[in-house]
C-alpha cells in the first residue's frame, strides 16, 4: 500500500468533492456530497457537515473494498491500488494530510454567512467595474454592504477554501497562488478603502503551506495531529492537477464555463486572450474563455428532461444526432477548437512550442463518448488524469509538498499526476 495517502476536498458551487488520493496519484476513494440547503447566504455551514458526511462515506468504502480483498485473497481489477499492477498492494483508510481547495471569489464570515462567487446582488452590481482588476475586492465591498449589520470590525472573513480550513485549525490565512496575484486579491490600502479592517483577512501564505493540525479530529471521525494544507483558488488547483505547469502544456477546464489554457513563458496580450500569472515563477497562464458553455448544455437537459440523468442524456444525444442537445455538444466542440487555434496562431507567432496533447478536467470528461467527439473535432490528442476532477489531484501534489515529499510543486506534479486515458482523433494520421 502507499505510505502516504491525502484527503482531498473541492468546495464547488452545487457541491464538495472529496477524494483519498495516494502519493501515487492514485484515487482510492471519491465521494461527492450534494448540497442540500437551498439558502446560499449559509452555504458555507454545508461544507462542514459535507466533509463530515464525506469523510464518513470515503471510510466506509475503503473499509468495504478491504474487505473484498481480504475475502478474496487477492485485488479485483476494478480496486484502485498504490502501483498499477501491483496486486499485492491494498487500500487501507489513512491520512497523512489533508488539502483544500475551493471556489473564489467566494467571500465568508465567521459565522458561516455566504456571498459566494457568482452570486448576483444589488450591491454587487452597484459597484460592477469600480475595482480596476481586483476580483475579490468588489465581493468583499457586496458582501460588507449586503451584511453589514452581521459585521463588525472585528469580525473574520474569509474566501472558501480558508474557511473550511479555519474551521479545522482555528488558523486564518489567505492562499495567495503565487506574489503576482496580488493585484486580483488586495492590499491593505485597498481594504481601508472599502471600510474593511486589514485584520479581518489572514495573512497571505503560498499554495502548500502547513496551516496546523485538524484540532477537530474527533469531530470528524479523524485521527490526531493530521496537518491541513492550502490548496488554493480551483482554478489554479486544477492546473496544478493537470500538470499544466511547463511551457506549451495545454488544459481545457470544462465547467458551468471553459476555457483553454496554455501555460507560456510569455505573457501574450490581445482581446480574445486572457493572459495570468502562472502559479509556477516566470511562467503565464494564457486563456481563451467560453461562458457558460456547460450551462447551455444544462439547459438543453433540463427543456428535455430534467430528472434525466446526465450519462442518460449523453447516450440519448448521441442516439439521436438530431437532438438539441447533440447539437449543442457539437457546437461547443466548434467553440473549442476555434479556442485552440487563437491559442496556437498565438503560441507560433511568439515561436513557442506545443505539446502534442492537451490535457481535459470537468464534467465532459466524465463522458467518453463526448471525449471522442472533442478529439475528433478538435483534432487534437485529448487526454484525462485518474480523476476527471484534477483540482483533487491538485490537492494531492500540495498536500505532498506541504509535508515534505517534495520541494517544489512542479517536482511533485511530475511524480504525481498520471495520465489515464487517451482519446486520438479519427482522422489523425
Not at 496562431?345 to 490535457?359: H, L, P
Amino acid at each position: 500500500m502507499a505510505k502516504y495517502n491525502f484527503l482531498c476536498a473541492d468546495i464547488g458551487t452545487t457541491s464538495l468533492k472529496t477524494a483519498l488520493v495516494s502519493e501515487n496519484g492514485q484515487v482510492l476513494s471519491f465521494y461527492q456530497h450534494f448540497y442540500k440547503n437551498k439558502d446560499k447566504s449559509r452555504i458555507a455551514l454545508e461544507w462542514i457537515e459535507g466533509l463530515k458526511t464525506s469523510i464518513k462515506k470515503i471510510k466506509e468504502d475503503v473499509s468495504s473494498k478491504s474487505d473484498i480483498k481480504s475475502q478474496s485473497g487477492n485485488v479485483s481489477q476494478t480496486d484502485i491500488t498504490s502501483q498499477p499492477g501491483d496486486s499485492s498492494q491494498q487500500t487501507e483508510f489513512k491520512i497523512n494530510a489533508i488539502a483544500i481547495s475551493g471556489n473564489g471569489p467566494t467571500i465568508v464570515s465567521e459565522e458561516g454567512t455566504t456571498l459566494l462567487w457568482n452570486e448576483e446582488t444589488p450591491e454587487a452590481k452597484k459597484i460592477a467595474g469600480t475595482f480596476y482588476q481586483s476580483l475579490f475586492l468588489p465581493r468583499i465591498r457586496a458582501f460588507t454592504q449586503l451584511y453589514k449589520n452581521k459585521i463588525t470590525p472585528e469580525t473574520k472573513l474569509f474566501s472558501g477554501p480558508e474557511y473550511l480550513i479555519w474551521y479545522l485549525t482555528n488558523n486564518q490565512i489567505t492562499i495567495l497562488p503565487e506574489v503576482r496575484f496580488e493585484f486580483a486579491y488586495w492590499n491593505d490600502d485597498a481594504l481601508e478603502s472599502i471600510g474593511v479592517n486589514k485584520n479581518q483577512f489572514g495573512k497571505f501564505v503560498k499554495p502548500a503551506y502547513n496551516c496546523g493540525p485538524c484540532i477537530k479530529y474527533e469531530e470528524f471521525g479523524l485521527e490526531e495531529n493530521i496537518p491541513v494544507i492550502a490548496g488554493g483558488p480551483d482554478f489554479t488547483v486544477a492546473m496544478i492537477g493537470t500538470n499544466t505547469l511547463s511551457p506549451g502544456s495545454l488544459c481545457d477546464c470544462a465547467g458551468s464555463s471553459e476555457g483553454i489554457n496554455l501555460c507560456t513563458p510569455k505573457p501574450f496580450f490581445s482581446e480574445s486572450i486572457r493572459t495570468l500569472p502562472s502559479i509556477i515563477p516566470d511562467l503565464w497562464n494564457a486563456a481563451v474563455l467560453m461562458p457558460s458553455s456547460g450551462v447551455k448544455f444544462v439547459e438543453c437537459k433540463t427543456k428535455f428532461d430534467d430528472s434525466i440523468s446526465y450519462p442518460d442524456y449523453i447516450d440519448y444525444c448521441f442516439e439521436n444526432n438530431t437532438s438539441d442537445g447533440y447539437k449543442t455538444m457539437s457546437s461547443l466542440a466548434d467553440n473549442v477548437k476555434t479556442s485552440l487555434d487563437i491559442l496556437l496562431k498565438a503560441a507560433a507567432a511568439k515561436g513557442i512550442e506545443i505539446k502534442d496533447t492537451m490535457m481535459v478536467t470537468g464534467g465532459q470528461a466524465k463522458n467518453d463518448k463526448w471525449m471522442q467527439l472533442k478529439a475528433d473535432t478538435v483534432n487534437y490528442k485529448l487526454c484525462i488524469t485518474e480523476t476527471p476532477d484534477s483540482e483533487l489531484i491538485g490537492d494531492a501534489v500540495l498536500a505532498a509538498c506541504g509535508i515534505g515529499l517534495y520541494s517544489d510543486i512542479k517536482t511533485a506534479a511530475d511524480n504525481i499526476v498520471k495520465q489515464s486515458k487517451t482519446f486520438t482523433p479519427k482522422n489523425s494520421n
